[in-house]
């Protein structure tokens, strides 16, 4: 799944080719992934892009004031970008694709999904807040104003682990499995910890282990073209889809812990004191 800044990164690309052009076609590939008909998706025909901008996962490109065309990614999606759009017809359920984007110098995007669960989701809107993930979500982790007095703020007397309060939008937007996995690694903590029980130093360490996770990963997806951004992210992951290897900080074994559509890695030695944590497959399994 893109996070931050993978999306960060589509958001700052498309910023330098979308806008001051126009949008001359919209063509629909899966019905499903458009969640809103007012305004139509036609009213974006004939529109001039004047801004990407990112808040949290969701991307936003804005034609004026009263009208943005707003994606998100979910877990399969992703931004194919082309100098020259092919102009083949998208028939409906057919391709990948869900949605295409032309513009006025032959350029344009097609957002495609693999995989047969669709959660792709694409919304034409007057006001970027009349998205409900949107509405919903909570401050911007590299927001100038997230200092380490309001993420402590956001911890206090949460009875909550900190890896699912990370990865919860309406708490800190952007984070996701991935991300939130290498910032526990960094902060050297488990994650099973319980956000408000951290104590001040552990508050500070997190707190760094977030600001810095996520500013060099912004900084490593920054100039890539969206085709170069997935293997960016896979080479900067210290733990995070690398089980079985050894962890780069103190060679032990990179551990998994598996749930029903995803899992966690972590190292037992930097982070649970060498404690193995349960598989939460094979504890069903064996009840």
């Given at each position: 799944?893109?996070?931050?800044?993978?999306?960060?990164?589509?958001?700052?690309?498309?910023?330098?080719?979308?806008?001051?052009h126009t949008i001359t076609r919209?063509?629909?590939?899966?019905?499903?992934?458009?969640?809103?008909?007012?305004?139509?998706?036609?009213?974006?025909?004939?529109?001039?892009?004047?801004?990407?901008?990112?808040?949290g996962k969701f991307i936003v490109?804005?034609?004026?004031?009263?009208?943005?065309?707003?994606?998100?990614?979910?877990?399969?999606?992703?931004?194919?970008?082309?100098?020259?759009?092919?102009?083949?017809?998208?028939?409906?359920?057919?391709?990948?694709?869900?949605?295409?984007?032309?513009?006025?110098?032959?350029?344009?995007?097609?957002?495609?999904?693999?995989?047969?669960?669709?959660?792709?989701?694409?919304?034409?809107?007057?006001?970027?807040?009349?998205?409900?993930?949107?509405?919903?979500?909570?401050?911007?982790?590299?927001?100038?104003?997230?200092?380490?007095?309001?993420?402590?703020?956001?911890?206090?007397?949460?009875?909550?682990?900190?890896?699912?309060?990370?990865?919860?939008?309406?708490?800190?937007?952007?984070?996701?499995?991935?991300?939130?996995?290498?910032?526990?690694?960094?902060?050297?903590?488990?994650?099973?910890?319980?956000?408000?029980?951290?104590?001040?130093?552990?508050?500070?360490?997190?707190?760094?282990?977030?600001?810095?996770?996520?500013?060099?990963?912004?900084?490593?997806?920054?100039?890539?073209?969206?085709?170069?951004?997935?293997?960016?992210?896979?080479?900067?992951?210290?733990?995070?889809?690398?089980?079985?290897?050894?962890?780069?900080?103190?060679?032990?074994?990179?551990?998994?812990?598996?749930?029903?559509?995803?899992?966690?890695?972590?190292?037992?030695?930097?982070?649970?004191?060498?404690?193995?944590?349960?598989?939460?497959?094979?504890?069903?399994?064996?009840?």
């Amino acid at each position: 799944m893109p996070e931050m800044p993978e999306v960060q990164g589509l958001t700052t690309f498309l910023a330098e080719r979308v806008v001051g052009h126009t949008i001359t076609r919209t063509s629909v590939g899966a019905i499903a992934a458009l969640k809103t008909y007012d305004p139509p998706n036609t009213a974006l025909h004939g529109a001039e892009i004047t801004a990407a901008t990112r808040r949290g996962k969701f991307i936003v490109l804005s034609a004026g004031d009263d009208l943005h065309l707003v994606f998100h990614l979910a877990k399969a999606g992703w931004l194919r970008w082309y100098e020259l759009l092919p102009t083949t017809l998208i028939k409906p359920g057919k391709s990948p694709i869900a949605l295409r984007v032309a513009l006025d110098d032959d350029s344009g995007f097609d957002l495609t999904e693999a995989g047969t669960k669709k959660s792709l989701a694409v919304y034409v809107v007057r006001d970027p807040d009349d998205v409900p993930g949107i509405a919903r979500l909570g401050p911007d982790p590299l927001d100038a104003a997230f200092t380490r007095e309001a993420f402590g703020a956001v911890l206090d007397g949460r009875r909550m682990q900190i890896k699912g309060l990370l990865r919860d939008q309406g708490v800190i937007a952007g984070i996701g499995n991935a991300y939130s996995d290498e910032i526990l690694h960094a902060a050297k903590m488990s994650p099973y910890a319980i956000a408000g029980t951290l104590d001040g130093a552990e508050v500070d360490r997190l707190y760094t282990a977030m600001q810095t996770t996520l500013t060099d990963a912004v900084a490593e997806a920054s100039g890539k073209p969206p085709a170069e951004l997935k293997d960016a992210k896979r080479r900067g992951m210290q733990v995070h889809a690398r089980r079985g290897e050894a962890c780069p900080v103190c060679g032990d074994t990179v551990r998994s812990v598996f749930f029903a559509d995803r899992s966690l890695e972590y190292c037992p030695t930097c982070q649970t004191g060498g404690k193995i944590l349960a598989d939460r497959r094979l504890s069903r399994l064996l009840k």
